[in-house]
């Protein structure tokens, strides 16, 4: 009787230490995923974070009012939503709240900020909130305002400042009647503001600044990267802005790229050395839109070619581009291209001398029939990166993603993985890391008629 004990706790202590592949309540049929809001009305634009348990936190913009809100919620590492059926309510304040975007408070919740329409589409502002592991808003019902000028404050991006806050980055109508200008504001874990009221000027020269991204500097600050009008053909600057909101670089930033035509819409990632890598799309080689980098370091100091890097220069029209740092002053790439006369979901890894470090011109991530787009990646917790896109190789739009390691190599099944095949389509997908090779993936699905939101982990095995 002693050894049969022995025999089933043994047993037991097993099943602990190494669950059964189905993980809890993720699905392994791909035509499934598992429901974050099914709410009546149209939910849409979701975005993810950890939740530093191996879960996630996600946020949406959800219809299911006459208005636009932001809701939000919790999903464990065994796929249990763990927070109110459809979601925490974040704003429900009156007028429309759009677009939210989120980030780790480091101690198992998060910062979440949208545009707050209050007033009106033209007079947008910045709100934001934190809620804690637990569902349970954290700061003043509503939101507390970042950014409150005249004119509207939109096309926001945020990162955690490394010490329970948020530095959140944006673009400003509030001298319209000259340009758009770029703003920053630091929040403290308490939700009070540490910079300057409504903002400090990142860059307020003549024309446009727009579409701002930022990365951390590590030391509490921030490096920002926008599309700059000031010398009419459109060109990418950049500026470091400290824990305390001063300006570390020159005036009204630094010219990442200046070359003749149009470089546009800047993304932005961590070298892992304080500085930046920085991605945009380029038409200086005539008609077509290419993809080039630049990498700066926390001085300001560029470090690559003067003309900066050709990512890819191939035939027709390359964009749609996602990156992230590889840690060692690299960057993986990825973009939708349409070389093939259809869309598919290239990539490629900078190494930290600027050097392509796979094929010329990028590695074909996604290879069947029908169009890709979307690509967005994340660390997959050893040397590379997860990858997902939405696919049409079945007409409508299906969520798949790809493993690829530091040389390149694909570690999941040809073409990708299937996330979500489900009928109708599923659209923007965003992952966060959720242990090494595994990923949490969450998309809006229109499996019904009014849009949904499903997210769905995938494992190395």
């Known amino acids: 009787m002693v050894h049969k004990y022995k025999f089933f706790m043994f047993i037991f202590v097993i099943i602990l230490i190494f669950p059964i592949k189905t993980f809890g309540a993720w699905p392994e049929d791909p035509t499934t995923g598992v429901p974050i809001c099914t709410a009546d009305g149209i939910q849409e634009h979701p975005r993810i974070t950890t939740d530093g348990a191996g879960g996630a936190i996600i946020v949406w913009q959800d219809m299911s009012s006459s208005s636009s809100d932001i ?179 020159e005036k009204d930033g630094i010219p990442i790229c200046k070359m003749f035509g149009s470089q546009l819409y800047p993304a932005i990632a961590q070298d892992g050395f304080g500085g930046a890598i920085i991605t945009w799309m380029d038409d200086r080689n005539g008609g077509n839109w290419d993809v080039y980098a630049q990498r700066v370091d926390a001085k300001g100091k560029i470090l690559w070619l003067d003309d900066c890097v050709p990512v890819c220069t191939a035939n027709l029209d390359q964009y749609d581009y996602s990156v992230f740092g590889d840690n060692k002053g690299g960057a993986f790439i990825a973009w939708r291209d349409m070389r093939d006369e259809n869309w598919r979901i290239y990539a490629q890894r900078i190494d930290a001398e600027g050097n392509p470090a796979w094929k010329k011109d990028g590695i074909l991530v996604s290879i069947e029939k029908g169009s890709q787009y979307n690509p967005n990646m994340v660390s997959d917790g050893a040397d590379g990166v997860i990858i997902t896109w939405w696919d049409a190789r079945d007409v409508v739009a299906d969520i798949y993603a790809q493993r690829i390691d530091s040389k390149g190599n694909f570690l999941w099944v040809k073409g990708g993985a299937g996330i979500c095949i489900a009928e109708g389509g599923q659209q923007d997908p965003y992952p966060v890391n959720s242990g090494i090779g595994s990923a949490i993936i969450v998309w809006w699905d229109k499996r019904r008629i009014d849009a949904d939101i499903y997210a769905q982990r995938i494992f190395s095995e």
């Open 71 to 249: 809701y939000a919620q919790r999903i464990d590492a065994r796929g249990q939503v763990r927070w109110t059926k459809d979601g925490v309510a974040v704003c429900i304040e009156k007028g429309n709240q759009w677009h939210p975007n989120i980030v780790s408070d480091g101690e198992g919740g998060a910062i979440i900020a949208w545009w707050d329409g209050k007033i009106s589409y033209t007079e947008t502002d910045i709100y934001a909130q934190r809620i804690n592991a637990d569902g349970k808003i954290l700061w003043k019902a509503g939101g507390i305002p970042i950014c409150k000028a005249s004119g509207a404050q939109q096309e926001h991006d945020m990162i955690a400042d490394g010490a329970g806050g948020a530095i959140i980055v944006w673009h400003d109508y509030r001298n319209a009647n000259i340009a758009r200008d770029v703003y920053a504001q630091r929040v403290n874990a308490k939700g009070k503001t540490l910079w300057t009221n409504d903002g400090v000027a990142v860059s307020k020269v003549k024309n446009d600044q727009v579409y701002p991204n930022l990365v951390s500097d590590g030391a509490g600050g921030a490096i920002i990267a926008w599309h700059d009008g000031r010398d009419d053909s459109g060109d990418v600057y950049a500026q470091h802005l400290d824990a305390k909101g001063n300006a570390l670089w």
